[in-house]
Nanobody, 123 residues
Framework: QVRLVESGGGLVQAGGSLRLSCAAS????????MGWFRQAPGKEREFVAA????????LYADSVKGRFTISRDNTKNTVYLQMNSLKPEDTAVYYCAAREDIIETRPLEYNYWGQGTQVTVSS
């Protein structure tokens, strides 16, 4: 069974920063594309960022481009999401997800999901 565990969420003021981590186990993590998604109350889950298995390719949603950075450390089976200049509209539960092969932006393309971590940005 694949296991993805997110951490690093919390409450932060607008303009602040947080770094989310997602630790993967029981899977050849180094061959998985990884993605971060978020879901706010009453809204659909939306794409935030994704990174290829090698780390050489990344994709970002327009809403976070220039503020968020996705990275990974395959020696630690961990993917990160550095979030800077946070805004109240970034408030959501953030999920990491894994899939084999190339990166994708659609949630349905990901096979494995973590339980999520809450990020709350106060104004």
């Amino acid at each position: 069974q694949v296991r993805l565990v997110e951490s690093g969420g919390g409450l932060v003021q607008a303009g602040g920063s947080l770094r989310l981590s997602c630790a993967a186990s029981l899977r050849p993590f180094s061959r998985d594309a990884m993605g971060w998604f978020r879901q706010a109350p009453g809204k659909e889950r939306e794409f935030v960022a994704a990174i290829s298995w090698s780390g050489t390719r990344t994709l970002y949603a327009d809403s976070v481009k220039g503020r968020f950075t996705i990275s990974r450390d395959n020696t630690k089976n961990t993917v990160y999401l550095q979030m800077n200049s946070l805004k109240p509209e970034d408030t959501a539960v953030y999920y990491c997800a894994a899939r084999e092969d190339i990166i994708e932006t659609r949630p349905l393309e990901y096979n494995y999901w973590g339980q999520g971590t809450q990020v709350t940005v106060s104004s």
